[in-house]
């Protein structure tokens, strides 16, 4: 092993997305303390794993997000550093990375590996850091859904279809009907409802809820950068008029393609369309007493909707959807 220890993200992703473990050896043979960087729990979490000396605990983590325990492995009682937050996984593996370089590369302990790591990150919170994995995948699920749009009608029409990154309370607005697109990587379809207009429909128009669930894709996935330039590249060959207003409309979803995007997903289930009527659950106005209606501001709650069935009928451009392709 080289001194500076380096664990790339693409190997780590494609075990994430096949769901299975591995176990990555950072430090050199027979070295003290033994660093592993391990890929568990079938796939599902990444941890860094530290020797630890004779009656040496494990340091304690200031941060709820990062968990660090004391496990046995081969004999051997080790550290063992992991995230509690899986949608935070790319971020937590540079960070694995960089404590490992501290103690193999830099000759640090594991206290002063952590210590230093989590105080120079702290220091750059204040930066931005693109968008965040839930984001990424709302943004990607629209895209999806923009993209089917294009294969109903036209991209010109998907681009003036797609109303949610305006301000307006449904993502996209078609001849008759809106569609509200919803993304998660949860292993039930959990979706988070910002007011009580993102399923309300307007006046007489119906609405449509598209729930999409992604899971990490490993090397056939598709990242967010990908799906962009897949869009782009469609609608400057085909709407080259559109190109400007998807421009502005990606621009105000934070999308910035200088940032770092290489997080790669796809499609868990088959997309699940919902009509938005009396059987589905859901909070609206008439909820709400009218003499209390000017003194709630924002609502915001998560439908779970994994046992409901699809609707019956729904509009074409609702079936098949499927991350934009080159």
């Known amino acids: 092993m080289t001194d500076r220890p380096h664990v790339p993200w693409q190997s780590v992703e494609h075990y994430l997305g096949a769901g299975q473990s591995t176990s990555y050896r950072l430090s050199a043979p027979s070295s003290h303390p033994e660093v592993s960087y391990v890929v568990g729990d079938d796939g599902r979490e990444i941890a860094l794993h530290v020797e630890l000396e004779r009656l040496h605990q494990p340091p304690r983590s200031p941060l709820s997000s990062i968990?660090?325990?004391?496990?046995?492995?081969?004999?051997?009682?080790?550290?063992?550093?992991?995230?509690?937050?899986?949608?935070?996984?790319?971020?937590?593996?540079?960070?694995?990375?960089a404590i490992a370089?501290?103690?193999?590369?830099?000759?640090?302990?594991?206290?002063?590996?952590?210590g230093e790591t989590v105080r120079a990150w702290s220091a750059l919170l204040d930066r931005p850091r693109g968008l965040s994995t839930e984001k990424r995948i709302g943004?990607?699920?629209?895209?999806?859904?923009?993209?089917?749009i294009a294969r109903t009608h036209d991209w010109a029409t998907a681009v003036e279809s797609w109303k949610g990154p305006n301000g307006e309370e449904h993502d996209f607005g078609l001849a008759g009907f809106d569609v509200e697109v919803k993304t998660t990587s949860a292993e039930r379809?959990?979706?988070?409802?910002?007011?009580?207009?993102?399923?309300?429909?307007?006046?007489?128009?119906?609405?449509?809820?598209?729930?999409?669930?992604?899971?990490?894709?490993?090397t056939n996935g598709r990242t967010l950068t990908s799906c962009v330039e897949?869009?782009?590249?469609?609608?400057?060959?085909?709407?080259?008029?559109?190109?400007?207003?998807?421009?502005?409309?990606?621009?105000?979803?934070?999308?910035?393609?200088?940032?770092?995007?290489?997080?790669?997903?796809?499609?868990?289930?088959?997309?699940?369309?919902?009509?938005?009527?009396?059987?589905?659950?859901?909070?609206?106005f008439g909820f709400i007493p009218v003499?209390?209606?000017?003194?709630i501001a924002d609502i915001t709650y998560t439908l779970d909707v994994s046992d409901i069935e699809a609707s019956a009928c729904p509009p074409a451009v609702l079936t098949g959807l499927r991350f934009p392709q080159a």
Do not use: C, Y
């Not at 550290?79 to 960070?95: G, K, M």
């Not at 103690?103 to 590996?113: E, F, H, P, S, W």
């Open 67 to 97: 968990r660090i325990d004391q496990i046995w492995e081969r004999g051997v009682r080790m550290a063992r550093i992991r995230t509690t937050q899986a949608t935070l996984l790319r971020d937590f593996h540079d960070l694995l990375n």
């Open 101 to 114: 370089d501290r103690i193999v590369g830099q000759k640090r302990t594991l206290d002063q590996a952590f």
């Open 139 to 148: 943004l990607m699920g629209e895209l999806a859904a923009l993209a089917s």
């Open 189 to 218: 379809r959990r979706h988070s409802v910002h007011g009580l207009g993102q399923l309300t429909p307007t006046e007489d128009r119906p609405l449509w809820l598209v729930s999409l669930q992604v899971t990490r894709g490993g």
């Open 230 to 284: 897949s869009v782009r590249r469609h609608v400057g060959e085909h709407a080259p008029a559109s190109l400007d207003r998807l421009d502005e409309q990606l621009s105000v979803t934070g999308w910035d393609a200088e940032l770092r995007d290489d997080e790669r997903w796809r499609l868990r289930t088959k997309p699940l369309a919902l009509l938005v009527d009396d059987r589905l659950p859901r909070l609206d």
């Open 291 to 295: 003499r209390f209606r000017n003194h």
